[in-house]
């Protein structure tokens, strides 16, 4: 074989790192632009299903607006922000409160209380819904409510305030432990895990439960229209039914989000296939980028994998 022949035979042996080089390149190139297109669409598509639009927009398109309450209920400035905009919200027919919660502060409670109130003063119509759960704070954020349902295993009530401390001066002195303590007065320490309450702070801090007690009573009264003293005498800290809650009158029917619904269209008119948009307090844009988000990163490591540069006992679900 001549020189340049051989020259020609070995030259494609001589390309192909090259070859293989542009090729994982251009692999990768494809895995980007592919992660891009994917969160391209799924911006769009979070942008027209991601609940109410900023205030005063036409874009959302009328709807009826539902607040979740799961678990514990505390002072959530944002949500109480994001409630009284629905309530001034020309495109927002409605509001579904939809409570699945033990209980909460009795300060949340209050705030939330005023702020669905506040929806129904608008002119807007609010019904709750009660899941497994509605009672204590979870049942006076209900209270604002034109109509209330609950299933009949859901577990309501528990019209009472609570206030718990804990004392181990005993197991201290045990222990061989004290505490020492300067105050201003002689209410300040109290209650004090250090020492037992005394007399003068039990009696201060009773008026405390019982003045929150009398608000919660109040709000009882007023919504669900009944004599203030029928109140008190279930306001007893006790837990009912939802079948009982209907028989005592703290909830009006049984039922759950598509009879709240259909009541809405029987009473106020509203299209029973209106949309319902969730009230988020993360906004518009943190859940679209929550959403996109994952799906890039998803994709990315996909096309890493791909590549052989991603270890395979990594992934994310």
């Known amino acids: 074989m001549s020189a340049p022949a ?9 390309l192909e790192p090259d070859l293989l080089l542009d090729r994982r390149r251009l692999k990768r190139q494809l895995g980007f632009w592919r992660g891009a297109l994917i969160l391209g669409v799924v911006l769009g598509l979070a942008a027209f299903f991601a609940g ?33 905009r629905a309530g001034r919200d020309s495109q927002v027919r409605a509001l579904l409160v939809a409570i699945d919660s ?8 209050e705030a939330l209380h ?24 979870g049942y006076m954020v209900a209270l604002p409510a034109e109509r209330i349902f609950a ?17 181990v001066s005993e197991l201290m002195a045990r222990l061989g432990l004290r505490a020492e303590a300067l105050t201003s007065g002689p209410l300040k320490d109290q209650p004090s895990p250090f020492r037992p309450l005394t007399e003068e702070g039990r009696a201060s801090l009773n008026a405390v439960v019982q003045d929150m007690q009398s608000q919660f009573v109040a709000m009882v009264a007023t919504g669900r ?9 279930l306001a007893d800290g006790r ?20 009879e709240a619904r259909r009541w809405l269209a029987e009473t106020h008119g509203l299209p029973a296939d209106l949309r319902v948009r969730d009230i988020d307090p993360r906004g518009t844009a943190e859940r679209v980028f929550g959403m996109a988000t994952g799906s890039f990163w998803q994709s990315g490591i ?8 991603w270890p395979g006992q990594w992934y994310l679900r």
């Not at 051989?6 to 001589?14: G, K, L, Q, S």
């Not at 539902?66 to 944002?78: F, H, P, S």
């Not at 229209?225 to 005498?233: A, F, L, N, Q, T």
Request: net charge neutral.
């Open 52 to 84: 109410p639009l900023p205030e005063g927009t036409a874009l959302g398109g009328q709807h009826v607006a539902r607040l979740k309450l799961n678990g514990a209920i505390t002072d959530d400035r944002e949500l109480i922000r994001l409630i009284e």
């Open 239 to 258: 837990v009912v039914t939802g079948r009982q809650a209907v028989a005592l009158g703290l909830v009006d029917a049984i039922g759950g989000e598509a």
């Open 225 to 233: 229209s009944m004599p203030e003293e029928r109140v008190r005498e």
């Open 302 to 309: 996909s096309a890493l994998r791909a590549e052989g540069w």
């Open 151 to 167: 299933r009949e295993a859901t577990l309501t009530g528990s019209i009472g305030v609570i206030l718990q401390a804990f004392e």
């Open 6 to 14: 051989a020259r020609n035979a070995n030259h494609p042996m001589a």
């Open 114 to 137: 005023t702020a669905i109130r506040s929806v129904r003063a608008a002119g807007k119509p609010v019904v709750a819904v009660m899941g497994g759960t509605a009672a204590s704070a």
């Open 102 to 109: 033990p209980g909460g502060t009795v300060a949340g409670g």
